[in-house]
């Protein structure tokens, strides 16, 4: 079993931005396809942004409500992955978890149901 951890979420007002952090602890986190993804309640979890495993070329992939502003990355050093998300909007208010694959590729970076592991999510919220 995977264990996933967020951090960096919180309370910022509108154009304001946040850095949320996944870590996967005792894991080659690069070997991993990493994904980002959001829900408010009543609502399904929707799809933010993607990078696939270093084996597949670390590709990345953007929902359109957030590209140009939201940014992926991996540190390989750290064992991390981050959501730079930039000119917040009070839409991007949601809890947002950290999804992940191990050498996963690219089909089926945007789809919920292609991930294996889930992080408890991390709170954003964006005041107007």
């Known amino acids: 079993q995977v264990q996933l951890e967020e951090s960096g979420g919180g309370l910022v007002q509108a154009g304001g931005s946040l850095r949320l952090s996944c870590t996967a602890p005792g894991r080659s986190f690069v070997t991993y396809r990493a994904g980002w993804f959001r829900q408010t309640p009543g609502k399904e979890r929707e799809f933010v942004a993607a990078i696939t495993s270093r084996g597949s070329g670390g590709s990345k992939f953007y929902a359109d409500t957030v590209k140009g502003r939201f940014t992926i990355s991996r540190d390989k050093d750290k064992n991390a992955v981050y959501l730079q998300m930039n000119s917040l909007k009070p839409e991007d208010t949601a809890v947002y978890h950290c999804?992940?694959?191990?050498?996963?590729?690219?089909?089926?970076?945007?789809?919920?149901?292609?991930?294996?592991?889930w992080g408890q999510g991390t709170q954003v919220t964006v005041s107007s």
């Open positions: 999804a992940a694959k191990q050498f996963g590729i690219s089909t089926g970076a945007t789809d919920r149901d292609n991930y294996d592991y």
